[in-house]
């Protein structure tokens, strides 16, 4: 079958037939078990079990949170003993929430099944199935398996790739899964096509360093629309974009995803864990993992539970600490230097590596950079590494993103040729961080400035309303006493004067209401009555208040009363002795007129 | 017409010439009105490279104000919460050189901060909701209020109005999710056939 060939690549020593000797084996179950909650891309999962609780092998304890995360199940039988935050498999040697079980040695099941009817099965229930089984991409990256099954609204998938090109030096956890595995994997093959319609074109991309995987593979494909392509050994073949076009010419568009040209891609071990889940009705809770290394005693794959110490795993294989110079998790270029042996393996472990002084020197100190080029011809994504490299030293963001700076796969590649011994790739994943860290801080402020304008604007239209509200507080005050004028006006029976409707009329209205008050002694003459009126009623009111108190009230509150009482006598005298000196004026002008 | 002016040289090119330098002044004038800029782009810009804390340490009511100033020729180097990044940004853009954060008006903080409200001892005093500048504390008048770490710029400004003193400023935790490679140690300046650099 024709394969096509990348750009660049590197071939570094392979030093895969240390961990082939042996076969798959097992490691005594650990005393503790470590289960981080977030091992998969995505939102990481909520526990759903209490400390002290008794769980079985494959039991839930932990859910799913939303749709792009995975739930986590019980490796072992026992008793969860902590759910805390424990150091964990991640560059930055953070501590991050784990589920810490106690085995009771027993390794006792949960009741499980599979699914009766697979042929028949919809493939939305298969994927169910999967999410629910906690599968996460195996192979690294560690993406919801059902997610990436589920492109939706996508182009149809035409291909199905599965990756078993293993192309780093020293991992063969693959390779040994499918020597001794192929039935389950194809069989798990057969249930992807299934669930992704049966799609026309099926391969297992595996390099030629294999021949006895894919001597394996051979009797268990025949007839299956299975088609093993094997093509030259190159670091790094085994990238999800690197595969796809290897295998099928087709490159992916920068920013896109496989879905968009109609294909899937997975790794082998996962359709492993696909079948286990499906048939079975296991969970995933073990993996093929290398432990490998010249500090090692014995070099092989293990089928390991997900939460193993990596310090359980290296005790069982004749571990020599001081002969170890780092201990690495991944492959020797991918992979990342763990600064403690107690964290867990997780589900996207494929190889521990406890290598020699001899195998992996320190780093050399980094030597300024030549210009050699060496990079650039080894690059697979065929960037421009040197530049990358100049301008990540000069934080110049955006000429970092105009050299398709998140193009690039982290291989190493450039790093592994670089003769200044430049630790490149740290370099990129650095600016990397860093150009994201500043996107997240520019959506940042831009909603600060967002809020601060609407708090300004807020703030504008509230005084804005105050002073509106202030202007028609005046305004209706002033017609209420135009109103009154005008009203007065007609009490008077003066026709001529004019009526002040407008506010603009101020000056008429107040000499309206000057006229009024002049020539309306009645209603001031009843007004005063009235109030004379009220007076009586206050005091009256008052006095029966004393009068009903006397008996209950304090002195205190008594004295209150009769103070009110005073109170409004006073205040009646007050209106009565108004309305005597009224009527007084009242009569004096009558008179004065009746003079003239 | 036409032929006296076919006839005579100099006239022939004063009309050829005063007719394009019509023709093309009305043309940039037509232009000039129909593409228009509105407001000074050079403001928004600049708006755009501030922190927008709203914090005011630069003396001015707001990061916009400030840009607007900038604009106007003021200095560069007044930004604490943005620090020599937005300077060096803003030399960038102006094509000026870029100083040192000028001390005056606050020092660069090293980690970025939220304010946090002990809300025990939260009167309700409504004061620091009234000084945040993007509305980022919840509460009401005799209620206890709380700020909304998600929208707090770390501005400082609740610190000051609060009668009883309950507002601290914490550090931002940084997670695994915000966290990133380091910087490697920068390489030195040595040729690989000279001594060796001193680890």
Known sequence: MKTWVTPGGVHPPENKHQSLTLPIGTLPIPETLVIPLSQHIGAGATPCVEVGAKVLKGQKIADAAGMFSVPMHAPTSGTISAIEHRPVAHSSGMLAPCIEITSDGRDEWIKHQGFADIENATAKALLQAISDAGIAGMGGAGFPTAVKLNPGYRRPINSLIVNATECEPYITADDSAIRERAAEIVEGIGILSQILGHPSNIMIGIEANKPEAIAALAPHVVDSGISVVSFPTKYPSGGEKQLIYILTGQEIPSGELPADIGVVCVNIGTTYAIKRAIVDGEPLISRVTTMTGDACGINRNYDTLIGTPVSHMLANSEFQEEACSRLVMGGPMMGFSLTSADVPIVKTTNCILAPSYEEIPDDEPAQPCIRCGMCAEACPVSLLPQQLFWYSQAQDHERLEAHNLFDCIECGACSYVCPSNIPLVQHYRHSKGEIQKARADKVKSDHARERFEFHQQRIEQAEKDKEAKRAARREAAESAKAKAADASNKAAGDADKPAANSAADIIAAAQARAAAKKVSPEQQQAKFERSIAGAEMRLQMAKEKLADADASQTEEQKNILSAAVEGARQKLEQAQLRLQEHINAHSQTKNGEQVD | ?199
Not at chain 2, 76 to 89: D, F, L, M
Not at chain 2, 115 to 123: G, H, K, L, N, T
Not at chain 2, 138 to 159: F, N, P, S, Y
């Open chain 2, 1 to 199: 017409m036409i032929e006296t002016i076919a006839q005579q040289p100099i006239l022939a090119a004063l009309v050829a010439l005063v007719g394009l330098g019509i023709l093309f002044g009305g043309l940039l004038g037509f232009a000039a009105e129909k593409f228009k800029v509105e407001g000074d782009p050079i403001v928004e810009q600049l708006d755009e490279l501030l922190p927008q804390t709203q914090c005011g340490q630069c003396g001015f009511p707001g990061c916009r104000p400030y840009a607007e100033s900038i604009a106007n020729g003021d200095a560069i180097n007044k930004c604490p919460p943005g620090g020599q990044a937005t300077i060096n940004a803003i030399a960038n853009l102006l094509d000026v050189p870029a100083p040192e954060l000028d001390a005056e008006h606050g020092e660069e903080a090293e980690v970025k901060t939220v304010a946090f409200i002990r809300e025990d001892e939260c009167i309700g005093c409504t004061k620091c909701i009234q000084a945040c500048p993007v509305d980022a504390i919840l509460g009401a008048a005799k209620l206890m209020h709380t700020v909304i770490a998600d929208e707090c710029t770390g501005c400082d400004l609740c610190v000051e109005p609060c009668p009883v003193d309950c507002i601290d400023m914490l550090p931002v935790e940084e997670g695994m999710k915000e966290w990133h490679w380091p910087a490697p140690p920068t390489t030195a300046d040595l040729i690989a056939s000279d001594r060796r650099p001193q680890l």
